[in-house]
């Protein structure tokens, strides 16, 4: 069973800096894209960063290009969110997803990123 | 980016009658290798989203045979042939050809 585990969220302030995990289990995780999507409080849902097998290619949605980082390490099974310069519209449920056919087949149950002073 | 417009924003719906949510997006779908990356997610309350639906029209290992996609280029649909009140719960056709990937705004489906 596809079993994906967030964790790292919580309460940060305007500026400050934070780092997601996800701990990845019941696949074999150097052959998946992994995917990063967020849902703000009551809103819909929006991509944030995808990167390759071997983490050689990685995509960003506008909003958050230079600011965060996606990576992984095969060897932990684990995917990363580094995330700098934090804003207040970046509070939102932070899920990781197993990609595949352009989209995802798996989600983790998210953790939670506000951004408040 | 690519813009995905979803109608109804709202629908109710009565236990066993069918319901359509319609997806359209602002730009062809299909890939330079013949794909077209258009899939189908649900999120019931509280839950995280789960695939329904990939490439238009395959279904998700375990999704009940009541949902169907189909479409082309621009214009896509779901359609659940007889609703049950399991599927209640938020709607999303989302597009996968071009980067950033985006979803529509969603389609609360919600019993009469």
């Known amino acids: 069973e596809v079993q994906l585990v967030e964790s790292g969220g919580g309460l940060v302030q305007p500026g400050e800096s934070l780092r997601l995990s996800c701990a990845a289990s019941?696949?074999?995780?150097?052959?998946?894209?992994m995917s990063w999507v967020r849902q703000a409080p009551g809103k819909g849902l929006e991509w944030v960063a995808n990167i390759n097998q071997d983490g050689s290619k990685k995509y960003y949605v506008d909003s958050v290009t230079g600011r965060f980082t996606i990576s992984r390490d095969n060897a932990k099974t684990s995917l990363y969110l580094q995330m700098n310069s934090l804003r207040a519209d970046d509070t939102a449920l932070y899920y990781c997803?197993?990609?595949?056919?352009?989209?995802?087949?798996?989600w983790g149950q998210g953790t939670l990123v506000t951004v408040s002073s | 980016d690519i813009v995905m417009t979803q109608s109804p924003l709202s629908l109710p719906v009565t236990p066993g009658q069918p319901a359509s949510i319609s997806c359209r997006s602002s730009q062809s779908l299909v890939n330079s290798d013949g794909n077209t990356f258009l899939n189908w997610f649900q999120q019931r309350p509280g839950q995280s989203p789960r695939r329904l639906i990939y490439k238009v029209s395959n279904r998700d290992s375990g999704v009940p045979d009541r949902f169907s996609g189909s479409g082309s280029g621009t214009d896509f649909t779901l359609k659940i042939s007889r609703v049950e009140a399991e599927d209640v719960g938020v709607y999303y056709c989302?597009?996968?050809?071009?980067?950033?990937?985006?979803f529509g705004q969603g389609t609360k489906v919600e019993i009469k």
């Open positions: 997803a197993r990609a595949a056919w352009g989209s995802s087949d798996s």
């Open positions: 019941g696949f074999t995780f150097n052959t998946y894209w």
């Open positions: 989302m597009q996968g050809t071009h980067w950033p990937w985006t």
